[in-house]
């Protein structure tokens, strides 16, 4: 599975961005999906999941009641929807796919994840 994730780019603080994240060479159905960030200096951290077939969600309390993560897949992507931005939202925004951990078992790190996307850079002004 190749991971594309696309749509970040420079908003103030609460503004909003969409990321996508467009998967090929497989479908995705059968995978669970997720966002992770790192940003300058720091360990990457988990973001978001969903399970294979959506209904299952898990987010970190950091974005929760701000972030969205959602799927398409009969498109084979999958969105954060990212809403009320913060400086500290700055950082490199990777998509990943995992076979068989469950979502709510992703590590923080996102060590071990099947497949990794390259990353879009998000940047949040003050």
């Known amino acids: 599975v190749q991971l594309q994730a696309s749509g970040g780019g420079l908003v103030q603080a609460g503004g909003s961005l969409r990321l996508s994240c467009a998967a090929s060479?497989?479908?995705?159905?059968?995978?669970?999906m997720g966002w992770f960030r790192q940003a300058p200096g720091m360990e990457r951290e988990f973001v978001a999941a969903?399970?294979?077939?959506?209904?299952?969600?898990y987010l970190a309390d950091t974005v929760k009641g701000r972030f969205t993560i959602s799927r398409d897949n009969a498109k084979n992507t999958v969105y954060l929807q990212m809403n009320s931005l913060k400086p500290e939202d700055t950082a490199v925004y990777y998509c990943?796919?995992?076979?068989?951990?469950?979502?709510?078992?992703?590590?923080?790190?996102?060590?071990?994840?099947?497949?990794w996307g390259k990353g879009t850079q998000v940047t949040v002004s003050s």
């Open positions: 990943a796919a995992d076979a068989t951990l469950p979502v709510r078992l992703w590590p923080s790190s996102g060590n071990g994840m099947d497949y």
């Open positions: 060479g497989r479908t995705i159905s059968t995978y669970n």
């Open positions: 969903i399970s294979s077939a959506g209904h299952i969600r």
